[in-house]
């Protein structure tokens, strides 16, 4: 049976005389307030790189900006290949629908030699996941319903003076992990300010870097069992703050770092 | 008298069928080891960003992928505005050299608004300026040059299992902070691996993305004065790694974060 997230991820190639496009179709279980969650297009981007026929190795990095919010139903996605060099490639991307660019962005592909390493930042400290209890998002973020998620700090239950939230997370149903749903899962932490709040306020990725750092045997080492995942806010002022992610697997493995930019408004009290 | 960050950051508009392209010109005060400082390639970025007639507000976030080493000489520069929202506005730019892609990424600009606020992170802690002696880098490094760098840790003396830096860090001679200097500021950092490896070995950024937090009045504010930066990587492996930094001005006011991923070869024994 194909698992949710790769039905919401699936892309078919298109004809076009210019360039290689694909399309894709927004998928009612990931929807979120407004429009598709952010972290599935991102992963979809992912996925339609490492089915182009020219990819070189592996995902290295990923930036996509949401330039606009993606309507439920068909969008298309082209894919430009800027430069391949003898161990890593530059893509951009931008995506279309109905005529106009709703996001654009940046991939780096790459071959992972074997060198020097460390890793340097430690994991976070956390109980055994079955002692930790899953929670639920509210009916309106249909998204969060495909992952299993098990805050051990800053869940959405209540507000708090620190941004940071740090949990168990795998997709639900169990699948094993792999680049597009690693890149999902950064794009998996509800915005800072709800948790400094307390509430949901209208707040929205603008735009999402995502460093991935996990060979494909680490991944394949990983599978489907949970993984800790962090992130906090650093400064929030004049309508957006930062937030800054790991995502940690088995054996103290830092998988992916990531970095976005999120637009929020006040709401009126 | 003009500054020397000011004549390595000059564009001029060329003639262009095809959209709005400006002209660059490698400075030879910020030769890096191959090819130009990066740094001073995203700040002449933000710069002509700045410059074009139909801007709107102040940088918010900039990421900028290097997939090729700029040859000293001229450089073209090719913005392409995607869409403007009421509150933001999204770009997408390409830098071509000889007849070939050296560089592309994408930029947001925005109004800032009034809204709720708060720097959940904290400052360095850092002596006073006047108590740290300036460092010089090796000749080779010709763009180190033009910054005062004042390292209270992580300096480039030698080896250390902690890739953290932090410093002093203002232009040389001094002045005055504004988008596109910060913006370099924030590839200001030495490669982590020369920290941990105490030597120089080879690499280069692929990608750096930058939030820019401050705004045009807080930059006025801090005027020429020393800012304190901040950077360290998390998982050095694969060729790889990334690195984190932040910038902070008086008041213990967050310019801006900063997200770096970067090759590097281990240097044969």
Chains 1, 2 share one sequence.
Do not use: C
């Not at 004809?15 to 969650?37: K, L, Q, S």
């Not at 995506?95 to 962005?105: F, K, P, R």
């Not at 209540?158 to 794009?187: C, F, G, K, N, Q």
């Amino acid at each position: 049976m194909t698992h949710v997230f790769d039905e919401a991820t699936a892309v078919a190639r298109i004809d076009e005389i210019d360039g290689h496009v694909v399309r894709a179709t927004t998928h009612p279980a990931y929807n979120n307030m407004v429009g598709p969650f952010g972290g599935v297009t991102a992963a979809t981007v992912v996925r339609a790189l490492q089915e182009h026929p020219e990819v070189l190795g592996e995902p290295l990095a990923l930036t996509i900006n949401y330039a606009a919010p993606i309507a439920e139903g068909e969008w298309d996605l082209a894919l430009v290949l800027i430069r391949t060099n003898r161990t890593n490639q530059h893509w951009t991307f931008t995506i279309d629908q109905n005529g106009g660019v709703v996001a654009t962005g940046t991939a780096v592909f790459g071959v992972r030699r074997d060198t020097w390493a460390d890793t340097e930042d430690h994991a976070p400290d956390l109980p055994p996941v079955d002692d930790v209890p899953a929670s639920d998002f509210p009916e309106f973020i249909a998204w969060a319903r495909n992952y299993d998620k098990r805050f051990v700090v800053g869940g959405l239950d209540a507000a708090s003076d620190d941004s940071t939230s740090t949990l168990w997370l795998r997709d639900e149903p169990a699948r094993a992990i792999d680049y597009p749903s690693l890149t999902s899962m950064t794009d998996a932490f509800f915005p800072r300010v709800f948790l400094r709040h307390g509430t949901y306020m209208p707040a929205g990725t603008i735009s999402l870097t995502t460093y991935f750092h996990a060979t494909r045997d680490e991944l394949a080492a990983q599978g489907a069992g949970h993984v800790r995942a962090t992130a906090r806010g650093s400064r929030f002022g004049n309508g957006h703050f930062d937030q800054y992610g790991q995502i940690w697997g088995d054996g103290d493995r830092l998988l992916a770092t990531t970095h976005q930019l999120v637009y929020y408004k006040d709401v009126p009290q």
